[in-house]
């Protein structure tokens, strides 16, 4: 199973509208939780990092929230553009795995003109 | 440079050849690590290697995958013999301690395809 579950796969919505993306993971403890945004044939981007103890952090149009009591975690894109088209993935930094990161599986983000 | 650098960017093989794929971190990153991303999949952990100490191999999926990384700087890939589920998109990170937080900074991966 894996340790880090995002959802939905796949989501389009109409350029100028908001959304949200899911994140739960099951690992602990962990340092701490980040956001990426990879577009096609690129390699992943940072757009958020938060340690456990913080319950929001916003990036212009990006806001991630984590909930470490529940071990979930949302990523919400306000007005989005087209250029917002791309997967965004939930990564864990664990404490106790030297540091590396544990990905989530992705949401594949389309938005439409 | 001022990324992360992976060549080739694209690389087509047949089956039961050896690849070779590079990485160049950014000069002072202590850490390096590859990712294997197959198709709609999530990114899997290869190996990662810290300064000096001995890399953290545990993610290679088989005897058919070696890594080096030579003067603490750009690393290699090797895959040997390649078979067609090795074809993926190989991401390479490398990593600094800044600020009391792990900095990653990805390039854009070299896209294998074994034919």
């Known amino acids: 199973k894996n340790q880090v579950e995002q959802s939905p796969q796949s989501l389009i919505i109409l350029e100028g509208k908001n959304c949200t993306l899911q994140?739960?993971?099951?690992?602990?403890?962990?340092?701490?939780l980040r956001w990426y945004k990879q577009d096609t044939g690129r390699g992943p981007v940072s757009l958020t990092i938060?340690?456990?103890?913080?319950n929001t952090k916003s990036n212009g149009r990006y806001t991630a929230t984590l909930d470490a009591d529940t071990k979930q975690s949302s990523l919400h894109i306000t007005a989005s553009q087209l250029s917002d088209s791309a997967s965004y993935i939930c990564v864990v930094l664990l404490k106790a795995a030297g540091n590396k990161l544990t990905f989530g599986g992705g949401t594949r983000v389309l938005v439409k003109p | 440079g001022a990324g992360v650098s992976q060549s080739p960017s694209n690389k087509v093989t047949e089956k039961g050849k050896d690849v070779e794929l590079r990485c160049d971190p950014i000069?002072?990153?202590?850490?390096l690590y590859w990712y294997r991303q197959s198709l709609g999949q999530g990114l899997e952990f290869l190996i990662y290697f810290q300064g000096n100490s001995a890399p953290d191999k545990s993610g290679l999926p088989s005897d058919r995958f070696s890594a080096e990384r030579t003067g603490g700087s750009v690393s290699t890939l090797t895959i040997q013999r390649t078979q067609q589920e090795d074809s993926a998109v190989y991401l390479c990170a490398s990593s600094v301690y800044r600020g009391q937080m792990y900095g990653y900074t990805f390039g854009s991966g070299t896209r294998l395809t074994v034919v």
């Open positions: 000069s002072g990153h202590t850490a």
């Open positions: 994140c739960n993971y099951t690992v602990s403890p962990f340092s701490n």
């Open positions: 938060m340690t456990f103890s913080e």
